[in-house]
């Protein structure tokens, strides 16, 4: 099937759907300019997650913890959602889709519009006690201060490997995909468990729009292209 059959077939399947559901990854806001993680240009090409991104890395080596997460924090404020993160937002002001679960902390979602957002790996853009838990301002984050309640270290509210998913996120993930007629999976390598999971746990429809192609969920329909150009072809004609 070309893509412009793909693209048609799309959007018969998002006309007819009465639930769909969109799934993100860090392909999503590559066209932001932000980096993926797994891609040649990818954060996991440079550096070693284990030592910036778990909580072993947290508790015993801090200092590059902080400048990781603070560098990804201040990198952010140059970026902005593209065009295919607004789609989105109109889709759901339109009532095409229901809900966006997604990995990326970065929080474009929202800022494009969309207001039913599953953060499923935390964000970035908030700030918290790893000890206490008591929130904390993203200054103190990155001017290095500890936590003024138990002195503990500051992190932001991002799930760190080895780390729970937040429950209600994904609890509302899971339902919602289950009932779904449709689950668009957008920008991500599906690598990580358990959100590499949701796919497969629709009896809907499942469509697959990334980079790089792996049929890990037994696609119905799989389109290989970039996030923001595949939203607009589909967008053009929907
Ligand atoms: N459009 C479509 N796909 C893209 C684009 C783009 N513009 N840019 C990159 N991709 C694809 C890449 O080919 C890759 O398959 O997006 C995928 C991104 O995969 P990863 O880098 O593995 O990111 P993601 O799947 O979101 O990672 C999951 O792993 O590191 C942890 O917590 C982190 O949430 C992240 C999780």
């Given at each position: 099937?070309?893509?412009?059959?793909?693209?048609?077939?799309?959007?018969?399947?998002?006309?007819?759907?009465?639930?769909?559901?969109?799934?993100?990854?860090?392909?999503?806001?590559?066209?932001?300019?932000?980096?993926?993680?797994?891609?040649?240009?990818?954060?996991?090409?440079?550096i070693d997650p284990r030592t910036v991104a778990t909580v072993e890395a947290l508790e015993n080596h801090y200092a590059l913890f902080h400048d990781f997460y603070s560098y990804r924090i201040q990198s952010l404020e140059k970026y902005t959602p593209h065009e295919g993160h607004y789609i989105l937002g109109q889709w759901e002001n339109k009532g095409v889709l229901?809900?966006?679960?997604?990995?990326?902390?970065?929080?474009?979602?929202?800022?494009?519009?969309?207001?039913?957002?599953?953060?499923?790996?935390?964000?970035?853009?908030?700030?918290?006690?790893?000890?206490?838990?008591?929130?904390?301002?993203?200054?103190?984050?990155?001017?290095?201060?500890?936590?003024?309640?138990?002195?503990?270290?500051?992190?932001?509210?991002?799930?760190?490997?080895?780390?729970?998913?937040?429950?209600?996120?994904?609890?509302?993930?899971?339902?919602?995909?289950?009932?779904?007629?449709?689950?668009?999976?957008?920008?991500?390598?599906?690598?990580?468990?358990?959100?590499?999971?949701?796919?497969?746990?629709?009896?809907?429809?499942?469509?697959?729009?990334?980079?790089?192609?792996?049929?890990?969920?037994?696609?119905?329909?799989?389109?290989?292209?970039?996030?923001?150009?595949?939203?607009?072809?589909?967008?053009?004609?929907?």
């Amino acid at each position: 099937m070309n893509q412009q059959d793909q693209i048609l077939q799309l959007v018969n399947w998002l006309k007819s759907s009465t639930s769909t559901i969109v799934l993100t990854g860090a392909g999503m806001s590559t066209e932001s300019g932000i980096p993926d993680f797994r891609s040649q240009s990818g954060w996991w090409n440079k550096i070693d997650p284990r030592t910036v991104a778990t909580v072993e890395a947290l508790e015993n080596h801090y200092a590059l913890f902080h400048d990781f997460y603070s560098y990804r924090i201040q990198s952010l404020e140059k970026y902005t959602p593209h065009e295919g993160h607004y789609i989105l937002g109109q889709w759901e002001n339109k009532g095409v889709l229901d809900c966006v679960a997604t990995q990326n902390v970065d929080g474009f979602h929202q800022l494009a519009g969309n207001r039913k957002v599953n953060e499923l790996h935390g964000t970035i853009k908030t700030i918290r006690c790893h000890s206490c838990n008591q929130p904390a301002t993203l200054s103190e984050f990155l001017n290095k201060e500890v936590c003024k309640h138990c002195s503990g270290k500051l992190r932001p509210n991002v799930v760190l490997f080895g780390e729970t998913l937040p429950e209600h996120s994904w609890m509302d993930s899971l339902n919602r995909i289950r009932r779904a007629d449709l689950v668009i999976v957008i920008g991500t390598s599906l690598e990580i468990y358990p959100v590499s999971q949701l796919p497969v746990m629709t009896e809907g429809k499942k469509v697959y729009v990334n980079l790089d192609i792996h049929d890990h969920a037994r696609f119905d329909l799989m389109i290989k292209g970039k996030a923001k150009e595949i939203l607009k072809l589909v967008n053009n004609i929907l």
